[in-house]
């Protein structure tokens, strides 16, 4: 049977609301050619539950069972929308917060063909945020609703609710592969990386009835970094994280030369210090998507810390220089030495901390032959790498 629309619903951990779910859904969908995708990821037996459910559900219901949970929940979803048998692919999650006899109103609004994505939101009129529970909650939905618009002004002007993760999608119209999920807020993903046309029906958002929320303080921790990211690309969240060891750097100086240490010693106190933190906050939170393919880590760590060693060795030389010659202080100099050196300290671990180095070695062992370098200057790399990295996704 040809299926016009796919219902895409990840789940973790939903063994008790699938049955409800699907009843809903199919009978939300009846007299449509549709059929529903559960994406899953779960610890418990919702793949198994999803099976028995499917032997008796009003539409067909098949279930992808992921072996790494990479992107999390937004990962989940792109999973299905690439495993979806049709180009329109309705999105929601599988906690009975978001109405399934709300998807009759998205395809209608998606049928007057001037939409590619319509998303349910909870605020605009006729929508009700009620089912997030506690005031807490509904602040930190608005406030975070607000942050992402106000970074992204001119995509999500349309939008009231970028990150609901209950809405249409024209998958003909994204480019799956340029999607890189982190988290929840895959919608956001979608209307930051692509160049489509956006539209809204009001969504009243329920209460959960069974299991728990997702919804922790990593998850927030993981919507910045990934906001972030959209928003300026893996410069701007290296240079992020450079400036909260900037400011360790300078708080261990001060401390330090405020108990009597000599600043050129306080100086390589905390540049070592700042070293380690770096790396590790870069490792998790910059360079995640290209560790799988770059060198090991303790190859990863050995070169930027050595890198990082050699930059202060001659970083603090010219920091002194700075004091003795232009009689500043030890802390504003460190502070100018330390913006300059940032780009270098980018573009190094960019082009060979992390460069890959499967794909060489692959091409080397197949034909016999010794890897060599390839033949772009540096020049050319280095400006290749700032596009790639820091425009995107190139909202100015």
């Known amino acids: 049977m040809t299926v016009d629309v796919t219902v895409v619903i990840p789940t973790y ?33 919702t793949a198994d539950e999803v099976v028995r459910v499917a032997a008796s559900a009003p ?68 929508g009700d945020s009620h089912g997030l529970g506690t005031a807490v909650r509904f602040g930190v939905s608005r406030a975070s609703t607000w942050l992402t618009k106000a970074m992204f002004p001119r995509r999500l002007a349309g939008c009231t609710d970028p990150m609901t993760g209950f809405f249409l999608v024209d998958r003909r119209r994204i ?3 340029d999607l890189k999920p982190q988290g929840f807020k895959i919608l956001l993903e979608i ?28 998850q927030g921790v993981t919507f910045v970094a990934h906001l972030t990211r959209l928003r300026f690309g ?33 100086a390589i106190i905390g540049a070592e210090v700042t070293i380690i933190g770096n790396f590790l906050l ?4 910059v360079f995640a998507d290209m560790r799988p393919d770059a060198r090991a880590l303790g190859a990863r760590f050995a070169a930027s810390f050595a890198f990082n060693n050699v930059e202060a060795a001659l970083r603090i030389p010219v920091m002194a220089l700075m004091v003795e010659s232009w009689h500043i202080s030890s802390v504003l100099a460190t502070a100018i030495s ?7 300290r980018f573009l190094f671990h960019s082009l060979v901390v992390y460069a890959p180095r499967r794909a060489r070695k692959a091409d080397a062992a197949a034909t016999g032959a010794a890897v060599e370098p390839k033949a772009d200057t540096a020049a050319q790399r280095i400006i290749r790498a700032i596009d790639a990295e820091a425009m995107k996704p190139g909202e100015l």
Request: aromatic share 6%.
């Open 13 to 45: 951990n939903e063994r008790d609301n699938i049955a409800e779910l699907v009843d809903r859904v199919g009978a939300a969908l009846a007299g449509r050619r549709a059929e529903i995708l559960v994406v899953d990821d779960s610890t418990d037996a």
């Open 59 to 126: 539409l067909p219901v098949r279930v992808v069972r992921r072996e790494r949970n990479t992107g999390g929940l937004g990962g989940a979803v792109v999973r299905g929308l690439a495993e979806a048998e049709a180009d329109i692919c309705v999105v929601m999650d599988g906690d009975l917060q978001h109405p399934p006899e709300l998807i009759p109103a998205m395809l209608e609004r998606h049928a007057a063909g001037d939409a590619d994505v319509v998303a349910a939101s909870r605020y605009i009129g006729g």
């Open 175 to 177: 480019e799956l592969a």
């Open 191 to 218: 209307l930051a990386r692509s160049d489509v046309r956006a539209a809204e029906v009001p969504m009243r958002f329920h209460e959960r009835r069974h299991g728990t929320s997702k919804a922790s303080l990593r």
């Open 234 to 266: 893996k410069m701007s969240l290296f240079a992020v994280i450079g400036l909260v060891g900037a400011v360790a750097n300078l708080a261990i100086m001060w401390i330090l030369t405020s108990l009597g240490t000599p600043y050129i010693w306080a």
């Open 282 to 285: 870069q490792e998790r939170f």
């Open 338 to 344: 330390l913006v300059v050196a940032f780009f270098a």
